[in-house]
Each structure stands twice: as structure tokens, then as C-alpha cells.
């Protein structure tokens, strides 16, 4: 792995698992994702990593949703803008792909493997719904598998790597998604630095037990040398005890609602900027600087903020 010189801050901000009825902090609309996204570069985030919902809090995949978040972010910071091409289980892959492809973003997460994603137990701990979309949405979860099969890594990686000069931000929920990774590099596919992004504590992916972020970074060395960047994030409360690890061991760290609703043992985080704020004050704390958007540009070789389809 190539040592973080500068520790880059992600913050994936709203995500597409949590549901309205868990936090009331979530943003949901358009108008509360761009506030939530600015407050968190503001707070030291570098890259911000975007889903998109409707007003009522359902994944959104329409380009024109992300058109009213998009350009009101980047006409007011630099940061380096993060579009997701996973969108959720239940999006077809040209629903996943519609907003990144309408804006060319610097980076776009890529999720490495088909899995099982399983979130329906949120049904358990949830009373009180908000809406109606919402119960069923995450009980679906348990008979339907979330598939990323090589033909769509493939497509993706061309689509948006070959024709558009997209990076990716790849995500790894298991050892095996190290070697797809690798095959991928071997064919020519993916050239470095790239960015690993470690994830931990899904269900039906690897197991939020340190040792296994360790063990990750191991096989990804192996295969990969200093070929790769480093990143890691756990969902749920042990979010900050990851990014902690992983910036201790050299890499980068992403938190945000997207990935955990607290900030602490049943608090609620009130904000993404919140738990930004958290991690940066841990990374100072280990004697590591901040990287800035432009640090990150550089360590990750992205085409510039300008090259956005704006």
C-alpha cells in the first residue's frame, strides 16, 4: 500500500440503506444533501462520496435528481465529487449508472463482487415508520442478492474509466473481491494508484473483527504492492474504531450517514460534518495531516474538478 502522506476524509453522506425512520438526521431531499455535503468539506472532508434520494427518502437513480445536487456542491467548493455506481439491490444497472454518466465525476465508487447485502434487520429495531416505502424495501433485502458480476464491473470500467477518464473508488466487502480486483489490473482494465476501499460489517460481506482489516491489507499488498491507496469503513457503531485502524496502518478513512447513523453508544450523529470532525481530530491526533481536494487529486491522479460534465 502506498503510506497516506496526507490521510484523505471521505464522507458518503446519505447512502441508499438507512431509511428516514431510523434518523431524523438523515438528508433526504436535495436541498439537505448539498447543505450536509458543504458542511462536511467545511469540517475537512475531501472527497464527498453521493447517492441520491427523493424527497420522501426513496433511493433515487434519475440523472435529473442529481442535477439539483451535483452542480450547487462544486459551484461553491472544490471538492472532489464521488458518484456512486452501486445505487442499491433494487436499481437495474443502467439506473445505477444514469447519474455518473450524466456528470463524468473525478471518481465513482465500484462495488468488486456480486454478495448477498442484507439490511432487513432494520425491520426489527424500527416501530414507527414514516413511510410506506420503506418497511418492505428493507425486508427485500433478505431474498435478493446484489449482483456485480464481471460483465457489469466491465462495463462500468469502460463506460466510465476509458471513455470518461472516471477513477474509481473500489469497493471490497470480501478477500475474494481482491482477486476480481486483480484480474481486472491484469487485463489492463485498471491502472494505478487506485483506491481500495475496504468494507466491513455488512451482512453477507467480510466481518466487522479488525483482523480482518488487517488480513485485507495484507492480500491487497500482495497482490497489489504500492500499486493502491487504502481506505476502510465499518457500517454501524464500529465506524470510528475503523477508520481509526486504518489511518493508523497507513491508509485513508470514510465515515458518514451512509454507512452510520451515531456518533457514539446511542447517540445519534446529528450531522455528517459531526462525524468528520470526529475521525480528523483522531487523525491529527496520530501526528497525520488532512489531505485538502488537491491532495487528493494528486495521490489518486484524478483529471481535475473541470473535467466534470457540468
Request: aromatic share 10%; hydrophobic share 40%; charged share 20%.
Amino acid at each position: 500500500m502506498r503510506s497516506a502522506e496526507k490521510v484523505i476524509i471521505s464522507t458518503a453522506v446519505t447512502g441508499s440503506v438507512n431509511v428516514p425512520s431510523q434518523s431524523e438526521y438523515l438528508p433526504l431531499s436535495a436541498d439537505q444533501v448539498v447543505r450536509s455535503a458543504l458542511e462536511a468539506v467545511e469540517a475537512g472532508s475531501a472527497i464527498i462520496h453521493l447517492h441520491a434520494r427523493h424527497p420522501d427518502g426513496r433511493p433515487a437513480w434519475q440523472a435529473e435528481v442529481y442535477e439539483q445536487i451535483v452542480p450547487r456542491i462544486l459551484e461553491q467548493t472544490d471538492v472532489v465529487i464521488n458518484i456512486t455506481t452501486g445505487g442499491s439491490s433494487a436499481m437495474t444497472m443502467p439506473e445505477r449508472l444514469a447519474g455518473a454518466l450524466r456528470f463524468a465525476p473525478e471518481l465513482a465508487s465500484l462495488n468488486m463482487g456480486s454478495m448477498n447485502f442484507v439490511y432487513s434487520g432494520i425491520a426489527d429495531k424500527v416501530t414507527d415508520w414514516k413511510y410506506d416505502w420503506e418497511k418492505e424495501y428493507v425486508q427485500n433485502t433478505y431474498s435478493h442478492p446484489f449482483i456485480n458480476s464481471f460483465d457489469r464491473i466491465e462495463y462500468t470500467l469502460r463506460e466510465l474509466g476509458e471513455e470518461l477518464g472516471t477513477r474509481f473508488e473500489f469497493e471490497c466487502y470480501d478477500i475474494g473481491h481482491l482477486y476480481t480486483l486483480a484480474h481486472f489490473v491484469e487485463r489492463g482494465l485498471i491502472q494505478p494508484p487506485f483506491l481500495i476501499q475496504g468494507v466491513f460489517g455488512i451482512l453477507g460481506g467480510i466481518g466487522a473483527d479488525h483482523e480482518n482489516l488487517t488480513h485485507m491489507v495484507a492480500i491487497a499488498d500482495k497482490l497489489f504492492g504500492d500499486d493502491y491507496y487504502f481506505s476502510a469503513f465499518a457500517a454501524g457503531r464500529s465506524q470510528m474504531q475503523f477508520g481509526t485502524h486504518s489511518a493508523w496502518l497507513g491508509g485513508n478513512v470514510r465515515v458518514g450517514l451512509e454507512d452510520s447513523l451515531w456518533i457514539g453508544k446511542g447517540e445519534l450523529a446529528t450531522s455528517n460534518a459531526q462525524q468528520v470532525r470526529k475521525i480528523r481530530a483522531v487523525v491529527e491526533d496520530l501526528g497525520k495531516t488532512i489531505a485538502t481536494p488537491a491532495d487528493a487529486r494528486r495521490m489518486l491522479a484524478l483529471k481535475g474538478g473541470d473535467k466534470v460534465t457540468l
